[in-house]
């Protein structure tokens, strides 16, 4: 017994905890009604008496001040879960499926403190049906009961749950059909015989075959809908009669616009909920003008400011959206004034909700545009002046921190914050660019550029969510490139302290003291007071640098000063490198950057109009043209043009450039960022840009600028030149046609071996056996001068003139060669031409022997053929009779000359195309000197406008002929 009374004794005492713990009067109730002998121990007068007496004076003050402190939190914590409840709504609504089938929906019920699962359960069990908890389309829970139970359902509601639930403020039966399908809006006769069916079933309800119901489809206009006792539906748009109200549509779930009045009223009341739902309902009312002027006049304006100033919540959220659209429409602007732009901005720095964010930003846009408003639209003076970023100022003083919060909003995952940011923001761009003085707006610009808002838009641009954002974003691209006007019309004048420093700083960048040491003094001469070459050397054309800025004004100041800050180093290295060089090897390094400006400002169309730009919102339908219209690569211009100033660099090294020189690889750069800023995609990054102007070869980009030569001249001179041209191709291809077939008049001598005797199928065997005994050296082929035989012949040796063709005792008639097969190296050009039986060709890539083979069908005669002789038959058996394909001749051209002049001349001898690369060059370019030479006879006269000049510039000069015989030639 000892044992285990020192056992329970050695067991730790029975501890209860309490459910409301953080909440001291929750726990004591809590405690006094599941454990009253543990209350009376702890908050009986005894225990607080001898608790309260063992602290000293301090202490009971400090512990009177806790208590008071925790009973207060948690009377606030409890007020304000008794006030979300009270604007916590339960919503039924009775919803129709498919073939006139119900569902009844509750919504809301989570927010009491009831447990969905549980009351679906109960509600199965009630109505013996089905009933579910369902995911709503915004991410919460509703509870659905299969069939119409509305009415009952309320009804239980009330009596299980109505001391949780106040049924008569927070309950709403919604009696509205909510159609899960949409009628096409020309399917008359289903919206003939629903309106028919309806308005039978509210006939019926009054005991009788007729019954009229009127829509209010505006303030004045209302549709009615008359069935008659025939059943005849008749339907008529009428004026409303003043001061009479249209019919109530409860009895049938017909929805009806609601009245300004029972609006106003709901919008001035004290319960919340009810200004919430109407707020709700007005923000998609007031879109249509007629409704928004009527509920100006109606008194509606001061109670929305008010709701916009002091709501909150989902309340606060549908008044900025109805007065976002109510100044929209242009109406309402009388009620904007310093306390809701205040409020408005405190709300986008201070206020983390979507929803009242987009609602907050949508005002400040318009405010902001309203100056191009009033433009458009007379209004009185009061009102003209508000508006602008001006209208913005006094709220900004006192949120400094509104640019800052408006800039980070573009990194929301919520689309449509990210579109209403930054149409605010270029809102606000337009308006420095407009109003500003020409100090002000680059300040603002600036201030908004160090907050990161280029690079968050660059990932706009960038991303997958373009369609969303496509019409701000595209705004934001045009006012980049206006930004680029604006700095580039700002002329430089040293005169301004910011042109002055920025100068000094590119000059001071560029350590003048240890560069170029000035050298000794003569005698009786004085030191300058400056160095004569300070600007010069640093690429300036003149001792005044002002001039090289005429075209490209204070933007190529800033991007010379960007490089120069950024590449300090590596400036003075390249001036240091160059000081101790010829002077005419010397890169101007300022010219070069004003250069690669004006590249880039020509590459992206900055000079092109705004409306031209707006042009671009037309493409936006479709997502293709997102590649074409969007240059993110835009808004990276500082790095585009320092990519750019070391390309050309690089090219200037590697083609041993000198000062003349400089135009010509301009015009290199300009290819090349055409070609590699031109096509690049839009998801290309600009590090990837970097890397491609970096290592960018010149033996390609000299193949892109010869290709664009040429492609310059055709659309110049292509439409003139045309017949010409083919004129000269067919004169160039009949010439050499003769050239080559007078090549085989003349006859010519071949290499032979033995192989050709194995092969001559005209040889008897003993010839041929002999042949092999004693093989000739060599063969002689020539055409006759009829060109209808090729007369050929064997011989140990080759003379040094050429045997008569009457030596030649074998021929080929022209007539039975069916094809010319060869391994001689075909052009390119000619490869797809040739592919026919005449031309037939073996290449290979390496080859030590060039082969022509003749091939032909020989016809059969009643004797025997003579060696090598093929008689021309006219017998009609003969040419029906199809012959197997022979060879007839082969011979090896020792070089590739020969080989072109036989091959090509044989093929054009039976009227086909030359394949080899030599006679196709040849031809080409005899057509290009014909062309030469024919252009040399276009005079240099007035014709069109081309004595002054053309497009308004001088005439170039004609060289003299003065000491010049006739006999000159030009150089082609």
Sequence with gaps: ????????????????????????????????????????????????????????????????????????????????????KAEAMVYIK??????????????????????????????????ATGSSVTKTASGGEEVTVQGDVSDDLYDWLEEK????????????????????????????????????????????RHGSNSATISVPLTSSLNLNLNLNNQSHLSIAIAPQEAGKRPTNMDPDNIPQSPNVSQLLVALGGYDDPTRKMAAFKLQ??????????????????????????ESSGNTLAYGLASFARLLDVDQGWEAVDKAVVEKVVELVVCQPLVNILRGAMAILVLIVSRPYYTERSPIPDARAQLGGFQALKPAIAVYPQFLEMLVSRLSSADHALCANALQLINSLMRDAFTNDSETEWPRFIKRIQDLGVIKAVYGLMKGSALQDLAHPLLEFQALTKVLLRRWRDVPVDLAKPEHRRTIKAI????????????????????????????????????????????DMGFLGMMDLSDYVRKHQDEFQHILMEQAVGPETKRCPIARLSLTITSILFE?????????????GYLALDSRTNFEKIFKPLLLHWSRLHVAGLHAFLRLWKATGAELDDFSKIADLVRILIESVVGGADRTKTIEEIETELAAF?????????????????????????????????????????????RCLLAGAWFPLDAEYNETETSKSGKEAVSALRIPPSCRYIRLSEDRAYLHWGDFDEQDDSPPDISVLKDRIDVSIISSVVSNVTTSDKASTSSANSTGRDFQSDKFTTTEIVIHGYVPKSRGAPSRGSHARTTSKASSRTPQPERVLLKFQP????????????????????????????????????GLRVRLLNVPFNDEDGMLGGMDGADAPEIPSRDGLDEDYYYQI
């Design 603 to 615: 590459h992206f169309e900055v000079e092109r109009i705004e409306h031209e730009d707006a042009k």
């Design 94 to 127: 009775r919803v129709e499926r498919q073939k006139r089938k119900y569902v009844t929906v509750v919504i809301g019920l989570e927010q009491h403190g009831l447990e969905l699962k549980k009351v679906a359960k109960e509600l199965g069990k009630k109505f």
């Design 894 to 929: 020792p070089s590739h000359m020969l080989a072109s002049e036989w091959l090509d001349g044989l093929l054009m001898l039976l009227n086909q195309q030359p394949i080899t690369a030599e006679t196709n060059k040849l031809i080409s370019m005899m057509s290009d000197y």
């Design 161 to 204: 749950y109505g001391d949780v639930i106040p049924m008569d403020e927070n309950v709403e039966s919604d009696e509205e059909e909510v159609r899960s399908h949409s009628v096409p809006a020309l399917m008359l006769p289903h919206f003939y015989s629903t309106v028919l069916c309806d308005l039978r079933r509210i006939g019926h």
């Design 1 to 84: 017994m000892a044992d285990e009374a020192s056992a329970d004794t050695a067991l730790p005492a029975r501890q209860v905890y309490c459910e409301f713990g953080g909440t001291t009067k929750k726990c004591e109730e809590w405690l006094k009604k599941a454990h009253p002998d543990m209350h009376a121990k702890f908050y009986s007068e005894e225990a607080i008496s001898a608790g309260i007496a063992s602290l000293s004076v301090e202490a009971q003050k400090r512990a009177e001040k806790d208590a008071a402190k925790k009973t207060a939190k948690a009377a606030a914590a409890e007020q304000r879960e008794a006030e979300r």
């Design 697 to 741: 070869e010149y033996s390609k980009l000299r193949e892109l600028q010869m290709e664009l030569l040429d492609l310059t001249y055709e659309d110049v001179w292509g439409h003139h030149l045309t017949g010409v041209r083919e004129e000269l191709q067919t004169e160039a291809l009949q010439f050499v046609k003769e050239q080559r077939i």
């Design 284 to 309: 998609n009312l007031i879109n249509d003008p007629s409704f928004a002027e009527h509920f100006v006049q109606q008194g509606g304006l001061p109670k929305l400011r008010l709701l916009v100033l």
């Design 507 to 550: 000059h001071l960048a560029s350590d003048p003291e240890k560069t170029a040491p000035e050298p000794p003094l003569k005698e009786g001469q004085q030191r300058p007071r400056h160095n004569p070459f300070k600007w010069r050397r640093l690429g300036f054309t003149t001792e005044s640098p002002e001039a090289d800025f005429a």
